[in-house]
């Protein structure tokens, strides 16, 4: 398998520039999760989903962030518009099942910058 | 809600030595247990895991960590590292009978040395 795939790898973009991230998680994996890492604030988890449907957002910094998931291979991170507070490697991961035992299998991550 | 501790963000050790990198965690439910490794510009692997039975559990690359009920601890060991370990650490924390949420420790840096 080919693990989780994110793109892009590297994004710069411009203060106030709208920014998409994108997700896909191994192949029958049920959950999906986004996780967003910087020094200061460690790997935070944003959002998760569950069979498509999302579970727990309560990490969503604002409203300036949302995510979906409009079927069970792909999902989107929106940043809109973008601030220079969201430089961040993101961090997409799966794992086959619901639950707190599982395994997440994380993707390689996309490293954002906002000038 | 509960949360993890890595007390060491640094810890730096020779080849062919032993390491032991600390985690301690708060919850006022049952756990379950996780260390994570993050080589550079990679995402994060599974090292190991305790979801119950034995307190001792072994991962890949030969590293081990034991669950210490008693004194909320996670500790991961390895007897004796290799260059290739030089990586980022994360111990992570959920709560069992809850949905998938892991509550991840704030890293330790192993930097091995020749």
């Known amino acids: 398998d080919a693990g989780v795939i994110q793109s892009p790898r590297h994004e710069v973009t411009e203060m106030g520039q709208e920014v998409t991230l994108r997700c896909k998680p191994i192949s029958g994996h049920n959950s999906l999760f986004w996780y967003r890492q910087t020094m200061m604030r460690g790997l935070e988890l944003l959002i998760y989903f569950n069979n498509n449907v999302p579970i727990d957002d309560s990490g969503m910094p604002e409203d300036r962030f949302s995510a979906k998931m409009p079927n069970a291979s792909f999902s989107t991170l929106k940043i809109q518009p973008s601030e220079p507070r969201d430089s961040a490697v993101y961090f997409c991961a799966s794992s086959l099942l619901a639950g707190s035992q599982e395994t997440q299998y994380f993707g390689p991550g996309t490293r954002l910058l906002v000038l | ?114």
């Open chain 2, 1 to 114: 809600a509960q949360s993890v501790t890595q007390l060491d963000s640094q810890v730096p050790v020779f080849e062919e030595a032993p390491v032991e990198l600390r985690c301690n965690y708060s919850s006022s439910v049952s756990v379950y247990l996780f260390w994570y490794v993050q080589y550079p510009n990679q995402g994060l692997q599974l090292l190991l895991k305790y979801l119950s039975g034995s307190t001792l559990v072994k991962g890949i690359n030969g590293f081990e960590a034991e669950f210490n009920k008693s004194q909320t601890s996670f500790h991961l060991r390895k007897p004796s590292v290799h260059i290739s370990d030089t990586a980022e650490y994360f111990c992570a924390v959920s709560e069992t009978g809850t949905a998938s949420k892991l509550t991840f420790g704030t890293g330790t840096r192993l930097q091995v040395t020749l």
